[in-house]
Nanobody, 123 residues
Framework: QVQLVESGGGLVQPGGSLRLSCVCS????????MGWYRQAPGNKRELVAA???????NYADSVKGRFNISRDDAENTVYLQMDNLKPEDTAVYYC?????????????????WGQGTQVTVSS
């Protein structure tokens, strides 16, 4: 079993930045790919960014050039640096992990989810 705990959400003005963190514990071997999804009210949950252990990444088109995913496998942590935030980035952000790939996460999420952290972009 894998446990994922997110932190770093909050309220930020348009153009601002936030960094989300997700600490993974448990069966670490089952987390080749780690990533972030988000869900806004009335919308489906969508992939934001994902990363494999080998460094391969996958980003949603809407966040390319503004968001950056990174991971520290020594600390079993994945980060999402979000810059130039827009009101349409407002959503609950969920950490996700599984024995899959960053590319595959664009279609099928990994097996494990965090509890979610709220990101609100508003003036």
């Amino acid at each position: 079993q894998v446990q994922l705990v997110e932190s770093g959400g909050g309220l930020v003005q348009p153009g601002g930045s936030l960094r989300l963190s997700c600490v993974c514990s448990g069966s670490i071997f089952a987390t080749n790919a780690m990533g972030w999804y988000r869900q806004a009210p009335g919308n489906k949950r969508e992939l934001v960014a994902a990363m494999d252990r080998d460094g391969s990444t996958n980003y949603a088109d809407s966040v390319k050039g503004r968001f950056n995913i990174s991971r520290d496998d020594a600390e079993n942590t994945v980060y999402l640096q979000m810059d130039n935030l827009k009101p349409e980035d407002t959503a609950v952000y969920y950490c996700n992990a599984g024995p899959t790939t960053a590319q595959a996460m664009g279609v099928y999420p990994g097996d494990f989810w965090g509890q979610g952290t709220q990101v609100t972009v508003s003036s």
